[in-house]
C-alpha cells in the first residue's frame, strides 16, 4: 500500500533536511534540500507546492513544485525517497499526484522537470507518468563532474495542438525538430536552411564591467526589459550584469558559481545588441567561472538562432507551446555551450532520449574536432 502524500508544513523542514542528508550525503546541489531558511522561505511561498508521504509517522518521501503563475508554467523538483522505501513506487506516485494536482488547477499550461542521466530510473518515472522527453543539458553541473540533465514536459490535454506554425529554421536544428515531430508533432514542417558560419564583429574592441548585485540588477532588468518576450525566462532571475563601458549593450544573467552554470537572460537595448560582442561576453562568463552557457530562444527567431550557431551555441532541447501568445503557443529552443569538452561518459539514458544525445554529439564534434579528432579553437 503506497503512504499518502500532504502538503508539507514548515515544522517539517528538520526531518526533510534529514531525509536529503541520508539519500544524497553532502552532494545534493539545490539548497532546496539543504538549507533550512530556503526551505522554510519555498513552503511559505504561495507558488510553492510541496508533498510528502509519512509511513508510521515518518516522513519516507518528498517533492515540490515551484509555479511561474505569468508563464503558467510549473517546475517538479526535489524528488527524494526514502532508501529503505525504494523499489516500491513511491517516486512514481509522488511525480504523478504532483503532476497531476498542478495541470488541474487551471492555473498550469505544462510542467517540466529534469533528471539525472547517472541512471535511467528518473527518466522513466517521469517518461511513465506522461511527460516528454524534450533533450538533454550536456556538461550542466561542474559539481556533479559535469553530469548532463535531460529536460521533460508533460502538458495539459489539447495545447499541443495549439502552436504557432514556424515556416524556416536553420538547417542544423534539423534533426533535433524532427525528434519533437515524431513525439509530439509539429504544427507544419519547416523549411531547413542552411546559415552561415561568419559571426557579426565590431570594429571595436569591448570593454565589460561586471555588476554583482542580485537585487539591483534585477530591478533594473524589470525596469529596462518590458517586452513579455524579451524578458520571458520561466523560473530563473538574473544575479549578474555584464555591461559594456561605452554603453552600448547590457547583458543579464543567472550565474552559478557553484556548478559552473550560466544562463543568458535578456538584453538591452534589443537581444541581438550583444550580437558582434557575444565571444567577448563569453570569454568574461568563462572567467566567472562559467562552463555552461545557455539561453533560451523562440524556435521562430531565425535570426537570433543562427547567430548563436555562428558563436559555438548548439541546439539542446525544443520546449513545445512554452509560452502563450493571443490563442497559441510559441515553441522554444535552449541553445547551450558547453566551454570544455564534451563529457558524456557513464551517461544513462532511456531510448526516449537517444535522438537528442545523437544529434548534439554530431554537432558539437563537427564543430570543434577536425578528423583527426584534435581540437580547434
Known amino acids: 500500500m503506497y503512504p499518502h502524500f500532504e502538503p508539507a508544513r514548515l515544522d517539517d523542514v528538520e526531518e526533510l533536511l534529514s531525509l536529503y542528508r541520508r539519500v544524497y550525503g553532502s552532494t545534493y546541489a539545490l539548497p532546496l534540500g539543504t538549507d533550512p531558511q530556503v526551505m522554510a522561505a519555498e513552503l511559505a511561498a504561495d507558488t510553492t507546492t510541496w508533498l510528502l508521504a509519512r509511513d508510521h509517522g515518518r516522513i519516507v518521501a518528498s517533492i515540490l513544485a515551484t509555479v511561474a503563475p505569468a508563464d503558467r508554467l510549473g517546475k517538479l523538483q526535489g524528488l527524494v525517497v526514502?532508501?529503505?522505501?525504494?523499489?516500491?513506487?513511491?517516486?512514481?506516485?509522488?511525480?504523478?499526484?504532483?503532476?497531476?494536482?498542478?495541470?488541474?488547477?487551471?492555473s498550469v499550461?505544462?510542467?517540466?522537470?529534469?533528471?539525472?542521466?547517472?541512471?535511467?530510473?528518473?527518466?522513466?518515472?517521469?517518461?511513465?507518468?506522461?511527460?516528454?522527453a524534450l533533450g538533454l543539458f550536456p556538461n550542466l553541473r561542474k559539481a556533479a563532474r559535469h553530469e548532463t540533465m535531460a529536460l521533460l514536459a508533460r502538458h495539459r490535454e489539447g495545447l499541443l495542438a495549439?502552436?504557432?506554425p514556424v515556416?524556416?529554421?536553420?538547417?542544423?536544428?534539423?534533426?533535433?525538430?524532427?525528434?519533437?515531430?515524431?513525439?509530439?508533432?509539429?504544427?507544419?514542417?519547416p523549411e531547413l536552411v542552411d546559415t552561415p558560419e561568419t559571426r557579426p564583429e565590431s570594429d571595436r574592441p569591448v570593454r565589460l564591467e561586471l555588476v554583482d548585485a542580485p537585487n539591483y540588477v534585477q530591478r533594473e532588468f524589470d525596469r529596462l526589459v518590458t517586452d513579455p518576450v524579451r524578458r520571458f525566462y520561466p523560473l530563473h532571475r538574473p544575479n549578474v550584469l555584464l555591461a559594456d563601458v561605452d554603453g552600448h549593450f547590457e547583458s543579464y544573467a543567472h550565474l552559478?558559481?557553484?556548478?559552473?552554470?550560466?544562463?543568458?537572460?535578456?538584453?538591452?537595448p534589443a537581444p541581438m545588441s550583444v550580437a558582434p560582442y557575444l565571444d567577448t561576453l563569453i570569454d568574461e562568463l568563462s572567467g566567472l567561472g562559467a562552463h555552461y552557457v545557455e539561453t533560451l530562444?523562440?524556435?521562430?527567431?531565425?535570426?537570433?538562432?543562427?547567430?548563436?550557431?555562428?558563436?559555438?551555441?548548439?541546439?539542446?532541447?525544443l520546449y513545445p507551446a512554452m509560452r502563450r501568445e493571443g490563442e497559441l503557443f510559441h515553441?522554444?529552443?535552449?541553445?547551450?555551450?558547453?566551454?570544455?569538452?564534451?563529457?558524456?561518459?557513464?551517461?544513462?539514458?532511456?531510448?526516449?532520449?537517444?535522438?537528442?544525445?545523437?544529434?548534439?554529439?554530431?554537432?558539437?564534434?563537427?564543430?570543434?574536432?577536425?578528423?583527426?579528432?584534435?581540437?580547434?579553437?
Open 82 to 106: 526514502d532508501p529503505a522505501r525504494r523499489g516500491g513506487g513511491i517516486a512514481h506516485t509522488a511525480v504523478g499526484e504532483l503532476t497531476q494536482h498542478l495541470l488541474a488547477s487551471g
Open 109 to 132: 499550461d505544462s510542467v517540466y522537470g529534469t533528471a539525472r542521466t547517472t541512471a535511467t530510473a528518473p527518466q522513466r518515472i517521469c517518461l511513465r507518468n506522461g511527460f516528454t
Open 162 to 164: 495549439r502552436r504557432h
Open 167 to 189: 515556416t524556416r529554421v536553420p538547417a542544423k536544428l534539423g534533426r533535433l525538430v524532427n525528434a519533437i515531430d515524431k513525439t509530439v508533432g509539429l504544427p507544419m514542417w
Open 256 to 268: 552559478s558559481r557553484t556548478d559552473g552554470y550560466c544562463t543568458l537572460i535578456g538584453a538591452t
Open 297 to 317: 530562444v523562440p524556435l521562430h527567431c531565425f535570426a537570433e538562432l543562427s547567430t548563436l550557431l555562428a558563436h559555438g551555441f548548439l541546439p539542446a532541447a
Open 331 to 377: 515553441d522554444y529552443v535552449v541553445m547551450a555551450r558547453t566551454l570544455q569538452p564534451l563529457n558524456f561518459r557513464g551517461l544513462a539514458i532511456d531510448e526516449a532520449f537517444r535522438p537528442f544525445a545523437e544529434q548534439y554529439i554530431d554537432l558539437w564534434t563537427g564543430r570543434y574536432l577536425d578528423t583527426q579528432g584534435v581540437f580547434q579553437s
